[in-house]
């Protein structure tokens, strides 16, 4: 593991416990029995805490997820008509957050010292646009949104954070990221600047159930 990985380790370890949790509840409510994880990346590391039981299948998978893929996508209707080669059943959706106060100051970062940006664009950095197209697409009825990875350190700051992180206590960099802390469960408009993540889950719509809607 590289220096700049276990710096901003802590994190990623925290965001996967909270996706992971929020995985599970959805394979349990909807039947999920096995999934794609498509487009990857290699932000989370290794996935398998977050499928866990579930069958990975290329075909016909009961959910494809992918975690900050879209807000890297130009157009959205070629980001779909990719997703639905592999027809899913569901579709899970996770983008960064641009409310985060965080977004921002990780931008400006960026431009004042010259770096590329490559955290995608900051207009698909929400879920309305996903939102918005399967209602006008009506192939698919949105599930469920949500928000997650509302961390004690809040700010989503990404290579910022090995700084901030200096001003911490060790124990809230170790044993405190493997639990959800209180901003988590705290009231929507908290953790609408709070949360690092949104999330959208679809559910593809038969043709007979589009022409209903």
Excluded at 11 to 25: A, H, L, M, N, R
Excluded at 87 to 99: A, D, F, G, S
Excluded at 113 to 126: A, P, S, V
Aim: aromatic letters at 14%.
């Amino acid at each position: 593991m590289s220096n700049e990985e276990s710096e901003l380790g802590f994190g990623t370890e925290y965001e996967k416990v909270i996706f992971s949790d929020i995985v599970s509840k959805i394979g349990e409510k909807y039947g999920i029995k096995s999934f794609l994880n498509f487009p990857t990346n290699s932000l989370l590391g290794e996935t398998e805490s977050i499928t866990k039981t579930l069958e990975e299948k290329r075909e016909n998978p009961d959910l494809l997820w992918n975690f900050c893929e879209f807000e890297n996508q130009r157009d959205i209707e070629s980001f779909f008509i990719t997703l639905e080669a592999f027809n899913p059943k569901h579709v899970l959706i996770v983008t960064q957050n641009r409310l985060n106060p965080g977004v921002i100051p990780h931008y400006l970062y960026h431009r004042i010292l010259g770096k590329k940006w490559d955290h995608g664009f900051l207009t698909k950095m929400t879920i309305k646009p996903v939102k918005e197209f399967s209602k006008s697409r009506r192939k698919y009825e949105v599930l469920e949104i949500g928000l997650f990875d509302a961390p004690w350190f809040i700010l989503d700051v990404y290579e910022i954070g090995r700084y901030l992180k200096k001003l911490f206590p060790k124990s809230k960099q170790s044993a405190d990221v493997t639990k959800a802390s209180m901003f988590e469960h705290s009231p929507k408009i908290i953790r609408n600047w709070a949360s690092h993540h949104n999330y959208i889950l679809l559910k593809y719509c038969s043709a007979e159930k589009r022409q209903n809607m």
